[in-house]
């Protein structure tokens, strides 16, 4: 059984930078990749950011330069820096992994390709 723990999120005002944190327990698969989504009231849940077992890391276009997902490997913890924030990136952000990752077939930033989830993290930005 795998478990993932959120912490980071917060307030901050416009051009501020936060740190979100997962923590990740249970067995570790070869072949996996976890990311980050966020979903504001109204709108779909979409990919931010995600990184597989390979290192390899896709971004949404609309954090690109300024968000940066990146892993511990020896202590299981996915961590997303964001930088610059804006108020658009209001939004509560969830840490998600899928176990069985294909990178030939599926896509990083789909929510369907993810079957394990965090609690969520509310990222507010004024």
């Known amino acids: 059984h795998v478990q993932l723990v959120e912490s980071g999120g917060g307030s901050v005002q416009a051009g501020g930078s936060l740190r979100l944190s997962c923590a990740a327990s249970g067995y570790t698969y070869s072949s996996y990749c976890m990311g980050w989504f966020r979903q504001a009231p109204g709108k779909e849940r979409e990919g931010v950011a995600a990184i597989d077992s390979d290192g390899s890391t896709t971004y949404a276009d609309s954090v690109k330069g300024r968000f940066t997902i990146s892993e511990d490997r020896v202590a299981k913890v996915l961590y997303l820096q964001m930088d610059s924030l804006m108020p658009e990136d209001t939004a509560m952000y969830y840490c998600?992994?899928?176990?069985?990752?294909?990178?030939?077939?599926?896509?990083?930033?789909?929510?369907?390709?993810?079957?394990?989830w965090g609690q969520g993290t509310q990222v507010t930005v004024s």
């Open positions: 998600a992994a899928e176990p069985y990752w294909n990178s030939d077939y599926d896509e990083a930033l789909a929510p369907s390709e993810f079957s394990l």
